[in-house]
């Protein structure tokens, strides 16, 4: 995969004439204003400290005062990641148990606002904040323009997009990360985000009350973490509602299992740490170069499809395992929007490899800790689900994309909505476009243009979303002319859903339809073997 590089300002400078200025206490920054669309952007907002030297592998910390005005008008840089995921066709952890400059200082985010002609905030709007997806080891807030979101909102929300640390940076595991530093960093960097937000949205024109996060793929698993954060007890509340679109679950082990303490100590050898009495303190002297190096190498060895760096139940902000926290209720957030996509695994599957071409080989591969009648069990499951690589395409789908949805919807059931975007080929991903219609990202597996260009369908679609960040109900509609019928909230009697189509004759098909029992099945499955998928 490769990131498209994005440099220099956001909008350009003949149009950005205001110059309005926010003091945020421990800076001053100005920002600029489009007189053309009057929205007002702050790019490149510092929101800690930039995570270097002795600060690696730890918790976000508060940023430095600095004295001057400091611009808000380009992109900052961008957190290290990778440019692919893993390309092995077999799991490594089974055998042996860009793009913007990348800097380690990627502690940014960006805030838009719906403004008068020199920038002055509308003021009280709710606030919509986005994560980027990108299994947790690439993406970044230069991607995504905030400007969608607010036209699609009919100016009626202020956009913030942040960054977090990615790969091994954000989330190297280990006992010894546990000793001497911190654990899911990564996360901890955008919960640092949101009590930015909290403290500072009032002076964009955000009200902190009214705050809704949302984020697709890993960004939308990053929300799911964050509803069961700190035992579902975050102090104060930080948002309101919550949207995931596509809610990417991987397996979350504990800190210090196998697999964990292996990746370190693999990181470890690769920076030439393995002798060194204190290896953290080796880390963190090391050039960041090798370890950006060790963090490509490690997750080009993953298998397909897969992430090698995401989330581990830490016992602190993360306490047990996540579907464990949702079928207990133990939940932050007052209401919820899920959307699927109807083929989510696809484009994660390698479908013409031998391991896709066997559901129970592929099983086996994809859970290193199965065991092979574990793998039987998903085998038998799925044989009556077409011909293969359909098969294997539906396990990744489901274990890791659509069953933590419905995990998710159960705990908000009764105050909840439940979507699924069905356009063909309906593929991962291919939802962004509809509502980041502006996205710049350079990957082949993911659509930047929609398929289906039709206004009214994207209207549709889209607003569902804004309608909800505004309201936390998608039927009090941003615009009342929208195609979409009433939405009936999701839950465990009913499961009915909003499924976002289109007819044969290429028509607008946007109705309710009901969850299908055999999935939810599936997925009960999923959840009885949460212990060894580790999610």
Request: aromatic share 10%; with cysteine.
């Amino acid at each position: 995969m490769r990131l498209q590089k994005i440099l220099g300002p956001l909008i350009p400078l003949a149009t950005a004439m205001a110059t309005p200025i926010v003091d945020l206490g421990y800076a001053r920054y100005q920002g600029m204003v489009n007189t053309d669309t009057n929205v007002t952007t702050f790019l490149g907002i510092r929101y800690a400290a930039a995570p270097m030297n002795d600060l690696r592998f730890r918790a976000p910390t508060p940023p430095t005062p600095v004295t001057g005005l400091q611009q808000a008008t380009e992109q900052p840089a961008q957190c290290y990641q990778d440019s692919s995921a893993g390309t092995s066709p077999t799991n490594p952890l089974r055998q042996r148990q860009v793009s913007n400059v990348s800097s380690e200082d990627c502690l940014f985010l960006n805030v838009y606002y719906p403004s008068d002609a020199v920038g002055v905030p509308v003021g009280g709007l709710p606030t919509l904040i986005w994560i980027h997806g990108g299994g947790y080891f690439f993406g970044s807030s230069s991607q995504y323009r905030g400007t969608d979101l607010i036209a699609q909102s009919n100016r009626g929300v202020v956009v913030i997009i942040i960054q977090y640390r990615l790969g091994l940076f954000g989330f190297l595991g280990g006992s010894e990360v546990k000793k001497n530093g911190t654990l899911n960093a990564g996360l901890l960097d955008q919960e640092f985000a949101l009590r930015w937000v909290n403290k500072h949205i009032s002076k964009f024109g955000g009200d902190p009350s009214k705050v809704v996060v949302w984020g697709e793929s890993a960004g939308a698993g990053s929300v799911l973490q964050h509803i069961v954060a700190n035992g579902g007890q975050t102090k104060p509340q930080l948002f309101r509602g919550a949207i995931t679109s596509s809610t990417y679950l991987p397996s979350q082990y504990n800190y210090n299992d196998p697999i964990p303490e292996f990746l370190y100590n693999e990181v470890v050898a690769q920076a030439n740490c393995t002798n060194a009495t204190d290896s953290m303190a080796c880390l963190r002297a090391t050039d960041v170069q090798i370890l950006a190096t060790a963090n490509q190498n490690m997750s080009a060895s993953a298998f397909f499809g897969t992430a090698l760096w995401t989330p581990v139940i830490d016992g602190d902000f993360i306490r047990q395992r996540p579907t464990l926290s949702l079928a207990q209720g133990k939940v932050n957030g007052e209401a919820l929007l899920s959307v699927t996509n109807a083929f989510e695994g696809t484009i994660m599957v390698n479908q013409t490899a031998a391991t896709s071409s066997n559901a129970t080989q592929y099983a086996f591969e994809l859970f290193p800790q199965f065991s092979s009648a574990d793998a039987s069990r998903v085998g038998s499951l799925y044989a009556g689900l077409g011909a293969q690589p359909f098969q294997s395409n539906a396990i990744l789908g489901e274990s890791t994309l659509i069953c933590p949805t419905y995990f998710l919807l159960r705990a908000f059931a009764g105050r909840a909505f439940k979507g699924e975007f069905a356009i063909p080929p309906g593929l991962h991903g291919a939802d962004i476009a509809y509502y980041f219609p502006s996205i710049l990202i350079d990957v082949p597996q993911l659509l930047t243009q929609p398929l289906y260009n039709n206004t009214a369908f994207i209207n549709a679609f889209a607003q569902s979303f804004l309608s909800f960040a505004i309201s936390l109900d998608p039927n009090i509609k941003v615009d009342p002319q929208s195609l979409t019928p009433e939405w009936i909230k999701w839950d465990k009697g009913r499961r009915t859903e909003m499924v976002f189509n289109k007819t044969e004759t290429d028509t607008p098909h946007i109705a309710p339809a009901k969850t299908s029992e055999a999935l939810i099945e599936r997925c009960r499955f999923w959840e009885s073997v949460g212990g060894i998928t580790g999610q």
